[in-house]
C-alpha cells in the first residue's frame, strides 16, 4: 500500500479523496489549516516549508502520490487577490518542489493538482498576470488585478488556476519529473457543491451569477465523483498520462471552447514546432 500527501484535506474534494484512499489502505498524510495531520497555513512561505517538512518527516522520504486540493475560491474583499495567489498557486508549485525528491523515490509516483475550468471559461483573465506568476512573482501579479476593482479577486482566482494549470502541464514534460517516473496531471473540475461553492452561493451576487453561468449537464458536480477521477489519476492508469488537464465540468467548457482545442498547429506557430521537435532528446 501507499503513501500519500493531501493537502486541502479538511474537506470537500481533499476530504473525499482521503476517504477514498483511506479505504484502499494507503497510508495518507493530510495538510490542511485544520484538522490535519500537519497543520499548515499555505498562505505563508513560512506555512509552506511547514508542509513540506512535516510531510516529508512523516513520509520517510517516499511519497506514491500527492494531491493538492487545497484552495480558495474567489470572495469579496481587499486581502483576496493576495491569499488566493498564495494558496492556489504557490501552496500548490512549492509543495511539490519541496516533494519532488520523495516522488521520485517511489519511481512511479502520481500527483493530481486541483486546476479549475475557470481557467478556460472566465473571460479576460489578464495573461500579464500568468506570466508574473510563472515567473514566481506575486507582486507584479497583484498589481495587475487592480483595475479590476471588486472584480479583482474573481481575476486573481482565473490567473491563479491558469498559472497552475500550466505549470503543472510545462514540469510534467521535463526530465527531472518525467524520467524520475513522476507523473503530473491536472483535473479542472466546473461548480462542485462542496463548502467553498456554497459559500460562494450564500453571497446573492455571487449566486445568481454561478446560477446564470451553462453547465450542459445542469446542477453541481458531486465531491464524490470528482474524487473517484482523482483516485484513477493516482493508479497505473495513469502510467502514460503526463501533463493532462482533466476536465469534468457538466460541459460549460465544450459549450464555450469547443472549437478551439483540440485544434492544428497554425502556420503562425510552426517555427515553435519545430523547434521543439529539434529540442527532444531521445528517439524512442
Ligand atoms: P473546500 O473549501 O471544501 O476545501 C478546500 C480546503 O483547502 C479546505 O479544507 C481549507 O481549509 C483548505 N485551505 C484553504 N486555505 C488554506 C490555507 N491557507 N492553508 C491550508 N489549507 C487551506 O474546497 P473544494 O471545493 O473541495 O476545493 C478543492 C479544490 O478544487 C480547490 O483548489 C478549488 O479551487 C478547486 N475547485 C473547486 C471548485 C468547486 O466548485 N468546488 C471548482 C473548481 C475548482
Given at each position: ?102 516522488l521520485a523515490a517511489a519511481g512511479n509516483a502520481k500527483v493530481v493538482v486541483f486546476g479549475s475550468n475557470s481557467a478556460t ?48 502541464r510545462r514540469r510534467a514534460v521535463e526530465p527531472e519529473w518525467v524520467d524520475a517516473g513522476i507523473r503530473l496531471n491536472a ?11 456554497e459559500k460562494q452561493l450564500a453571497t446573492p451576487g455571487e449566486a445568481r451569477a454561478i446560477r446564470a453561468f451553462p453547465v ?69
Amino acid at each position: 500500500m501507499g503513501v500519500y500527501a493531501v493537502t486541502g484535506s479538511a474537506s470537500g474534494m481533499g476530504a473525499a479523496v482521503c476517504e477514498r484512499l483511506r479505504a484502499a489502505e494507503h497510508d495518507v498524510v493530510t495538510v490542511d489549516i485544520r484538522d490535519a495531520d500537519v497543520i499548515a497555513d499555505l498562505s505563508t512561505p513560512a506555512g509552506r516549508r511547514t508542509a513540506v517538512e512535516k510531510v516529508l518527516a512523516a513520509s520517510g522520504g517516499r511519497l506514491d502520490g500527492a494531491v493538492l486540493a487545497a484552495g480558495l475560491g474567489p470572495a469579496p474583499g481587499r486581502e483576496r487577490p493576495a491569499l488566493v495567489t498564495q494558496v492556489n498557486y504557490f501552496g500548490v508549485v512549492e509543495l511539490l518542489e519541496g516533494w519532488r525528491d520523495a516522488l521520485a523515490a517511489a519511481g512511479n509516483a502520481k500527483v493530481v493538482v486541483f486546476g479549475s475550468n475557470s481557467a478556460t471559461t472566465m473571460p479576460l483573465i489578464p495573461a500579464r498576470a500568468v506570466a508574473a506568476l510563472l515567473a514566481g512573482d506575486s507582486e507584479r501579479a497583484l498589481r495587475t488585478y487592480r483595475i479590476f476593482g471588486r472584480n479583482a479577486p474573481t481575476m486573481a482566482y482565473g490567473a491563479s488556476k491558469v498559472a497552475i494549470s500550466r505549470w503543472v502541464r510545462r514540469r510534467a514534460v521535463e526530465p527531472e519529473w518525467v524520467d524520475a517516473g513522476i507523473r503530473l496531471n491536472a483535473i479542472a473540475p466546473g461548480a462542485v457543491l462542496t463548502p467553498l461553492l456554497e459559500k460562494q452561493l450564500a453571497t446573492p451576487g455571487e449566486a445568481r451569477a454561478i446560477r446564470a453561468f451553462p453547465v450542459p449537464a445542469g446542477g453541481y458536480g458531486d465531491p464524490g465523483l470528482l474524487a473517484d477521477w482523482v483516485i484513477h489519476m493516482l493508479s497505473p492508469a495513469a502510467d502514460f498520462m503526463v501533463g493532462s488537464v482533466v476536465v469534468v465540468d457538466g460541459g460549460s467548457d465544450a459549450w464555450f471552447r469547443a472549437d478551439d482545442w483540440p485544434g492544428p498547429v497554425l502556420a503562425r506557430r510552426l517555427r515553435g514546432y519545430l523547434r521543439k521537435m529539434r529540442e527532444f532528446r531521445r528517439v524512442s
